[in-house]
């Protein structure tokens, strides 16, 4: 009898390299710096590859991370996650369909709009920023991963683990182990499957409350998922 993998399984993905699409921003230079320190191969995109390089210097003497322009950051990641303002989404995704075509695509874009009464989610046609990233991709494996991390916490040198849960999801199993996998190599941070792709707009549109809860507490806070 073939036994049943667990749950809790995680593929190997220390060989793997990343690039951040947007990795000039702060999510970006975020997740860049942490997958550097965990020993990936980190190629941070941009519009400017000088402005590129030029965050990649800055984030540490030492760390395997580089900067090109957004396409070439995309044809030479293994992995490419997508941390652009979301206003630029469309597009950008567009313009690197043929690039992007058989890659793993993890999309953490939250299409939130700002007004007088904090953070709000903001209407997608295709339901979520991943959804849409799924029909303008449709040869690449998109997985909706990384909308809840902070950025502070990701770029503070102080901190050594961060205490939070990410949520992934996406229609393509062996995908989101591989991001699962990732977001463990962040250390204290877990990868949980979320569901599938459908199911992104809620987790992105969470982004909202937490932005509300970090405001009145002036916290960081993340999510835990408990009894797994």
């Given at each position: 009898?073939?036994?049943?993998?667990?749950?809790?399984?995680?593929?190997?993905?220390?060989?793997?390299?990343?690039?951040?699409?947007?990795?000039?921003?702060?999510?970006?230079?975020?997740?860049?710096?942490?997958?550097?320190?965990?020993?990936?191969?980190?190629?941070?995109?941009?519009?400017?590859?000088?402005?590129?390089?030029?965050?990649?210097?800055?984030?540490?003497?030492?760390?395997?991370?580089?900067?090109?322009?957004?396409?070439?950051?995309?044809?030479a990641g293994?992995?490419?996650?997508?941390?652009?303002?979301?206003?630029?989404?469309?597009?950008?995704?567009?313009?690197?369909?043929?690039?992007?075509?058989?890659?793993?695509?993890?999309?953490?874009?939250?299409?939130?709009?700002?007004?007088?009464?904090?953070?709000?989610?903001?209407?997608?046609?295709?339901?979520?920023?991943?959804?849409?990233a799924a029909?303008?991709?449709?040869?690449?494996?998109?997985?909706?991963?990384?909308?809840?991390?902070?950025?502070?916490?990701?770029?503070?040198?102080?901190?050594?683990?961060?205490?939070?849960?990410?949520?992934?999801?996406?229609?393509?199993?062996?995908?989101?182990?591989?991001?699962?996998?990732?977001?463990?190599?962040?250390?204290?941070?877990?990868?949980?499957?979320?569901?599938?792709?459908?199911?992104?707009?809620?987790?992105?549109?969470?982004?909202?409350?937490?932005?509300?809860?970090?405001?009145?507490?002036?916290?960081?806070?993340?999510?835990?998922?408990?009894?797994?």
């Amino acid at each position: 009898m073939t036994s049943k993998s667990s749950p809790h399984d995680l593929p190997d993905v220390s060989g793997l390299s990343i690039a951040v699409l947007g990795g000039t921003g702060d999510q970006g230079r975020g997740l860049a710096r942490r997958f550097a320190m965990a020993g990936h191969e980190v190629i941070l995109g941009s519009r400017s590859a000088e402005r590129a390089q030029a965050v990649a210097a800055e984030l540490g003497e030492g760390l395997p991370v580089r900067g090109m322009d957004n396409a070439g950051a995309a044809e030479a990641g293994d992995v490419v996650i997508v941390a652009v303002p979301w206003d630029g989404h469309r597009a950008l995704l567009e313009s690197l369909k043929d690039v992007l075509a058989g890659k793993i695509v993890v999309d953490c874009v939250n299409p939130l709009g700002f007004d007088k009464r904090g953070a709000y989610a903001l209407p997608v046609e295709e339901g979520s920023a991943a959804e849409q990233a799924a029909a303008i991709l449709p040869d690449s494996r998109v997985v909706a991963a990384f909308h809840h991390v902070s950025a502070v916490l990701l770029l503070d040198p102080e901190v050594e683990k961060v205490d939070l849960d990410v949520l992934v999801l996406g229609d393509d199993r062996e995908a989101t182990d591989v991001v699962r996998a990732l977001a463990a190599r962040i250390p204290g941070v877990r990868g949980v499957y979320g569901g599938r792709l459908r199911n992104a707009h809620q987790v992105e549109a969470f982004t909202a409350n937490l932005i509300s809860i970090n405001r009145r507490y002036k916290a960081h806070a993340g999510i835990r998922i408990t009894d797994i």
